[in-house]
């Protein structure tokens, strides 16, 4: 059983540039979680998403962050225009159900230049 | 507004010695709580969960944690450390509903273990 896999592992952007952070859920669930975890700090909520929905995103940035989880593929948060501030742990998370926990995957370190 | 506060960013144990991780929550309705650890430039690892059945919650590598409503804690404890214990901790809650299971994570304690 594969679990939740997130790639790259690392990404080096350098400031103005894209960032795509991809997150396959585990086989047979439809409910994604993306967090970020700045340095020194714990990890914060982003943004919650159902297969071709987004639910919450109460805590995306206003500007420049975008997140999608199509029908088929891969869920992927989009950083447009990365500043040195987005430097950062992204990790992603799912579930198969809103009643149970979810499994992480082992991150995407975004590293802006 | 569920938060979580995790008292200590940092502790420092002997080999051997006790391991206590503070954790509180403030909630209006006691929420599920979680452990993780994290290692270094891995992702988290579930140590245990409660999920209002026993209030003492038993989960992987030796750790324990006790739910007491009454003190809105969810302190994390071994009584022997390793120094694979080593790792930083992460204390979360979440409040499952239809709106989804989000977690709400503490700032974390890094965790150093002397031999």
């Known amino acids: 059983n594969a679990g939740v896999m997130q790639n790259p592992r690392h990404l080096v952007r350098r400031r103005g540039q894209e960032a795509r952070l991809r997150c396959s859920p585990v086989k047979g669930h439809s409910h994604v979680y993306w967090y970020r975890q700045l340095p020194e700090e714990g990890l914060k909520f982003m943004v919650y998403?159902?297969?071709?929905?987004?639910?919450?995103e109460s805590g995306m940035p206003k500007e420049r962050f975008s997140a999608e989880f199509p029908k088929e593929g891969p869920s992927i948060l989009r950083i447009q225009q990365v500043v040195r501030g987005d430097s950062a742990a992204y990790f992603c998370?799912?579930?198969?159900?809103?009643?149970?926990?979810?499994?992480f995957g082992q991150g995407t370190r975004l590293t802006v230049v | 507004a569920q938060s979580v506060t995790q008292l200590g960013s940092h502790v420092s144990v002997s080999e051997g010695a006790l391991v206590l991780l503070r954790c509180n929550y403030s909630?209006?309705?006691?929420?599920?709580l979680f452990w993780y650890v994290q290692y270094p430039n891995q992702g988290l690892q579930l140590l245990l969960k409660?999920?209002?059945?026993?209030?003492l919650v038993k989960g992987i590598n030796g750790f324990e944690a006790e739910f007491k409503k009454s003190e809105t804690s969810f302190h994390l404890t071994k009584p022997s450390a390793h120094m694979s214990d080593a790792a930083e901790y992460f204390c979360?809650?979440?409040?499952?509903?239809?709106?989804?299971?989000?977690?709400?994570f503490g700032g974390g304690t890094r965790v150093l273990v002397k031999p």
């Open positions: 409660y999920t209002s059945a026993a209030t």
């Open positions: 909630s209006s309705v006691p929420p599920y």
């Open positions: 998370a799912s579930s198969p159900d809103v009643y149970t926990e979810a499994f």
């Open positions: 998403l159902q297969k071709e929905n987004i639910i919450d």
């Open positions: 979360a809650a979440a409040s499952f509903k239809a709106a989804g299971n989000k977690l709400t």
